[in-house]
């Protein structure tokens, strides 16, 4: 395990022990899910509240200007504590050794109370709130990454089970998580840090809070053009301008992943040729037997996901127009309803395919700089464009939602993301069947074989999709605007 395939993961390898290798498989993910719940916690009830102005209420009451910073905070923390809470229910439960368990319980729990940090001074620093969560994902997935880039550059022990990080993990919240070594050394001082760090960024955020007026930020909002250019004559111009930004981070993201795809996928396989229970873990991820495929469907979920995101990400904007009245502007000057809500679909699908796209080049470029075959970028290119359908089926599902259930449907959108996801990347570890698996639509996408191409469930994921589009855009104009 320990090898730069560890980036695969993005686990610091601490033997071979099965509860060591389920700590090293899945204590970066349960890390990661728990900072971006935090962050998006604080950034939701502090800016997001502020630009709506419930905090205006609240602070022309008893109860102050510094009551919901404060509240924030403390929602924040106990969040972190029950999410800790559970996982360590969770690890027991299945027989892992408690204080191996209570330490993967701490990791979280403390990764959350600093990305509740990192959100809360954000939402300070930035203007709004889509500027602050944006600035607050990067910061989870930078140090997401510098975690797993000095776990891949560090020393492996003489027998390859274990991985001394590099300094670079140690600049990370990650990092200090996953150097406690649950289930090996149990080591708890490394998690000193996070509390240290927590401690730091509520103060900070405590001290921005008191020097800045209510409505302003210490980043000034960046004053747009006084006339719109010709080509921005359009609804669907005004949608690609405002989902600009967002969508280039999501095409990054992917460019990415495949980059690590093609790079990290060979080592995968060469790994799995000496450790059957390598090899069994990769084909239950990836659902495919192919030695050349194993690792690399494993990114291509991931690019999948990222995606569906972006996509997601996308179609939700109509829905945060509309609450915030730049829908009801835009209605009005003789655009219907079908057409506004058909140029968001339009647009997550194109940011969804982009994705993809980069995914698939950046795969490219990364087996060609290693003297790759064509084998392997062909197989990129299918497992990528497998994940295209599954992607818009999320739009489809968001635009669906924004109709039917306009109050809640960021909520659920987001949740059937992050479950769908969840079930794919993980649902062979858990042991959850092959049919709940293949549930998720990220698993359901054709793959490389072998022998050629597995279509899998394309058609029906194909068709639900469609489906989905025109009973939103056919029901959009029977209701009023929800505000």
Same mark, same amino acid.
């Given at each position: 395990?320990?090898?730069? $395939?560890?980036?695969?993961?993005?686990?610091?390898?601490?033997?071979?022990?099965?509860?060591?290798?389920?700590?090293?498989?899945?204590?970066?993910?349960?890390?990661?899910?728990?900072?971006?719940?935090?962050?998006?916690?604080?950034?939701? &009830?502090?800016?997001?509240?502020?630009?709506?102005?419930?905090?205006?209420?609240?602070?022309?009451?008893?109860?102050?200007?510094?009551?919901?910073?404060?509240?924030? *905070?403390? &929602?924040?923390?106990?969040?972190?504590?029950?999410?800790?809470?559970?996982?360590?229910?969770?690890?027991?439960?299945?027989?892992?050794?408690?204080?191996?368990?209570?330490?993967?319980?701490?990791?979280?729990?403390?990764?959350?109370?600093?990305?509740?940090?990192?959100?809360?001074?954000?939402?300070?620093?930035?203007?709004?709130?889509?500027?602050?969560?944006?600035?607050?994902?990067?910061?989870?997935?930078?140090?997401?990454?510098?975690?797993?880039?000095?776990?891949?550059?560090?020393?492996?022990?003489?027998?390859?089970?274990?991985?001394?990080?590099?300094?670079?993990?140690?600049?990370?919240?990650?990092?200090?998580?996953?150097?406690?070594?649950?289930?090996?050394?149990?080591?708890?001082?490394?998690?000193?840090?996070?509390?240290?760090?927590?401690?730091?960024?509520?103060?900070?955020? *405590?001290?921005? &809070?008191?020097?800045?007026?209510?409505?302003?930020?210490?980043?000034?909002?960046?004053?747009?053009?006084?006339?719109?250019?010709?080509?921005?004559?359009?609804?669907?111009?005004?949608?690609?301008?405002?989902?600009?930004?967002?969508?280039?981070?999501?095409?990054?993201?992917?460019?990415?992943?495949?980059?690590?795809?093609?790079?990290?996928?060979?080592?995968?396989?060469?790994?799995?040729?000496?450790?059957?229970?390598?090899?069994?873990?990769?084909?239950?991820?990836?659902?495919?037997?192919?030695?050349?495929?194993?690792?690399?469907?494993?990114?291509?979920?991931?690019?999948?996901?990222?995606?569906?995101?972006?996509?997601?990400?996308?179609?939700?904007?109509?829905?945060?127009?509309?609450?915030?009245?730049?829908?009801?502007?835009?209605?009005? =000057?003789?655009?219907?309803?079908?057409?506004?809500?058909?140029? &968001?679909?339009?647009?997550?699908?194109?940011?969804? $395919?982009?994705?993809?796209?980069?995914?698939?080049? =950046?795969?490219?470029?990364?087996?060609?700089?290693?003297?790759?075959?064509?084998?392997?970028?062909?197989?990129?290119?299918?497992?990528?464009?497998?994940?295209?359908?599954?992607?818009?089926?999320?739009?489809?599902?968001?635009?669906?939602? $924004?109709?039917?259930?306009?109050?809640?449907?960021?909520?659920?959108?987001?949740?059937?993301?992050?479950?769908?996801?969840?079930?794919?990347?993980?649902?062979?570890?858990?042991?959850?069947?092959? *049919?709940?698996?293949?549930?998720?639509?990220?698993?359901?996408?054709?793959?490389?074989?072998?022998? =050629? $191409?597995?279509?899998?469930?394309?058609?029906?994921?194909?068709?639900?999709?469609?489906?989905?589009?025109?009973?939103?855009?056919?029901?959009?104009?029977?209701?009023?605007?929800?505000?």
């Amino acid at each position: 395990m320990a090898n730069p $395939v560890v980036l695969l993961f993005r686990g610091l390898p601490s033997g071979a022990g099965e509860a060591q290798m389920v700590a090293f498989l899945l204590l970066p993910w349960l890390l990661l899910l728990v900072a971006l719940m935090c962050s998006f916690l604080a950034v939701r &009830h502090t800016r997001g509240d502020e630009e709506e102005g419930r905090l205006e209420l609240v602070s022309a009451t008893a109860a102050g200007r510094t009551a919901p910073l404060v509240a924030t *905070a403390l &929602h924040g923390v106990g969040a972190s504590i029950v999410a800790g809470a559970v996982v360590a229910v969770i690890f027991v439960a299945s027989g892992a050794p408690p204080v191996g368990a209570a330490l993967i319980a701490a990791g979280c729990t403390l990764a959350g109370t600093v990305f509740l940090g990192v959100g809360l001074v954000s939402a300070e620093l930035m203007p709004t709130s889509r500027a602050a969560n944006a600035l607050a994902v990067w910061l989870v997935v930078g140090t997401f990454v510098l975690a797993g880039a000095g776990n891949a550059l560090g020393t492996p022990s003489a027998d390859l089970t274990r991985m001394t990080s590099s300094a670079l993990a140690w600049f990370s919240p990650f990092g200090w998580a996953e150097n406690t070594r649950p289930f090996d050394t149990d080591d708890a001082w490394p998690l000193a840090a996070s509390v240290l760090a927590t401690l730091v960024l509520l103060g900070g955020a *405590a001290l921005l &809070h008191a020097r800045r007026d209510l409505g302003a930020s210490f980043v000034p909002p960046r004053t747009g053009r006084a006339a719109a250019r010709p080509g921005f004559a359009t609804h669907l111009a005004l949608t690609v301008r405002q989902s600009r930004a967002a969508g280039i981070g999501w095409i990054v993201a992917g460019l990415l992943v495949g980059i690590l795809s093609t790079s990290l996928a060979g080592v995968a396989s060469r790994i799995g040729e000496g450790n059957p229970a390598v090899t069994s873990l990769l084909q239950a991820l990836s659902g495919t037997s192919a030695d050349l495929s194993r690792g690399l469907i494993v990114f291509f979920v991931m690019l999948g996901i990222f995606a569906a995101c972006a996509a997601t990400q996308t179609v939700l904007r109509a829905r945060q127009d509309e609450t915030q009245g730049t829908a009801e502007l835009v209605l009005g =000057g003789g655009l219907t309803r079908t057409r506004w809500l058909a140029d &968001h679909v339009v647009v997550a699908a194109a940011c969804a $395919v982009l994705t993809i796209a980069a995914g698939i080049a =950046g795969a490219a470029a990364g087996a060609l700089s290693g003297g790759t075959d064509a084998d392997l970028i062909r197989a990129a290119a299918v497992a990528g464009a497998g994940q295209i359908v599954p992607a818009c089926l999320f739009a489809a599902w968001a635009a669906v939602l $924004v109709v039917a259930l306009p109050r809640t449907a960021i909520a659920l959108a987001w949740a059937l993301v992050a479950v769908a996801a969840v079930i794919a990347l993980f649902g062979p570890l858990f042991g959850l069947s092959t *049919a709940v698996v293949n549930a998720s639509p990220f698993a359901s996408g054709p793959v490389p074989t072998g022998e =050629g $191409v597995d279509p899998r469930g394309i058609v029906p994921l194909l068709v639900v999709a469609a489906v989905g589009v025109a009973a939103a855009l056919g029901g959009i104009h029977r209701r009023e605007l929800v505000a």
